[in-house]
């Protein structure tokens, strides 16, 4: 029989909620209200004066080229880092639920990148990729290859991705491992009997039983691309060699703080948002079919 919990008081289960309710009025509706509010304002540069210009903001933002540029380099940036770091975590993640001597070790460095900063692992990698002390960069010297990400804006683009990927495998490795865990041994069992090879066995019973944490993961790596790596590119490259690798989510920093142009940062702040919700219910809507429960 199913069990229901009722509350002797109508007021307890919204007083239980009243705390979680309260952080996100504070910390997402409040700042969205104010966002959409200064992107119909001009300001000048110290926030003296307000001039109300309606959709000027936004009609600028179309036709700014550059604007224009850093959406299609969000757009591969954010598709780079999502196919990437999915693949390679699960990967990973199937090499290490093979391991049976030492599994923790293994588990337990494969889960550490997710401690380290976004910052420190821009730093990181730009340390590995700089010449001529990094490593990375005298190995590519080594083997003919020019690196150079203060330049050449594929290379930029590489080391940021790298970054990115690098610090988000840890994430998706912990949910493909638990994904894998989960898939009833027997079923596997069956199917090594019927003469499946390894191969065949992960394509047609392994991946399709992954499909929800896929889907989930594929979400969270593409709100990850477009929002948590503000810092990988900050620190990495400034979104340079010129605007090469300058994404949505930094052009509204660089904007707002540096040219001081708030009613635009804000217009930026508001069409990323609203890019973000499209593509989450666009995977919702039809991606989310091709999973299997």
Known sequence: ???????????????????????????????????????VLQEDAFGTTQEFVGWANFARLWHDPSYLASAQTTAVFSILVAVFGICIALLLAVMANRVVR??????????????????????????????????ISYLLQAL????????????????IVIAAVWKQISYNFLFFLAGLQSVPSSVI?????????????FWTIVFPLLSPTTFFLLVMNVIYAFFDTFAIVDAATHGGPGRDTA??????????FKALDMGGSAAQSTVLMAVVILLTVFQFR????????
Not at 27 to 33: I, M, Q, T, Y
Not at 189 to 201: L, N, V
Not at 247 to 256: E, H, K
């Open 1 to 39: 029989m199913e069990k229901r919990v009722r509350f002797k008081s109508a007021w307890l289960p919204w007083l239980l909620v009243a705390p979680q309710m309260a952080i996100v009025l504070v910390f997402f509706f409040w700042p969205a209200a104010q966002t959409l509010y200064q992107s």
């Open 286 to 293: 039809f991606v989310e079919k091709k999973v299997q429960y």
């Open 247 to 256: 994404i949505l989510v930094y052009r509204v920093y660089y904007d707002g």
């Open 144 to 159: 003919g290859y020019d690196w150079n990400h203060l330049l050449n804006g594929r290379d930029a683009m590489t080391l």
């Open 189 to 201: 069992e069956a199917a090594t009997i019927d003469g499946a090879t390894p191969w065949r066995r």
């Open 102 to 135: 030492g599994a923790l070790i293994y588990r337990t460095l494969l889960i550490w990148p997710y401690a380290v900063a976004p910052v420190v692992a821009g730093v990181l990698w730009l340390m590995m990729f700089s010449s001529p002390w990094g490593v």
